[in-house]
């Protein structure tokens, strides 16, 4: 994923031509940027790279190749416990809607409310849960009160207007 801020929530739309081709371009400037990576380039930067072609590929209908890459990466971003970059992967793998997306999304949220990432991630990842859960289930509120609890713990004044 880039350094912009993180939506609070990725929506895929492959059914027009557009869309298709703008997610084929997204997936060939992945590419490139992984092809002209130095050879002191991290792990780290090959993983976010791998986040980008992954999103791409979810965007092209291609969940289980999005998945492995953004698995890949996770799997990097723990090791050098760049924990943002795990959740983000987290949030990939989620999005893909592949059998264990669930699983990817508590892993997510573990790690969004354990480490000190930023605040919008984390309230982005809770909402993840409000969105899954029953109508008449408790998750739904224990994951937003949780979000409001991250806003007041995490953000700046500034940030906490719009988080709230």
């Keep these: 994923m880039s350094n912009e801020e993180p939506s609070n ?10 869309s298709r081709s703008e997610y084929d371009r997204q997936l ?37 190749e999005g998945w492995e890459l953004a698995r890949k990466g996770f799997d990097t971003f723990v090791a050098e416990e760049a924990w943002q970059d795990a959740v983000e992967a987290c ?18 949220i573990w790690i969004a409310i354990t480490y000190p990432i930023t605040a919008q991630t984390t309230i982005t990842m809770l909402n993840y849960v409000v969105e899954e ?9 224990v994951a937003a009160r949780t979000a409001h609890y991250i806003a007041d713990l995490r ?5 906490h207007e719009e988080l709230s």
């Design 28 to 64: 060939k400037l992945a590419i490139q940027h992984m092809d002209a990576l130095p050879e002191s380039a991290t792990s780290a930067d090959k993983a976010r790279i791998n986040l980008d072609m992954a999103e791409a590929n979810i965007g092209l209908g291609q969940t289980a």
């Design 91 to 108: 949030e990939v793998m989620y999005t893909t809607r592949e059998p264990a997306n669930i699983i990817a999304l508590a892993h997510g």
């Design 133 to 141: 859960s029953p109508d008449n289930s408790d998750g739904a509120a």
């Design 155 to 159: 953000s700046t004044e500034e940030e």
């Design 9 to 18: 929530s990725i929506t895929f739309d492959t059914t027009t031509e557009g």
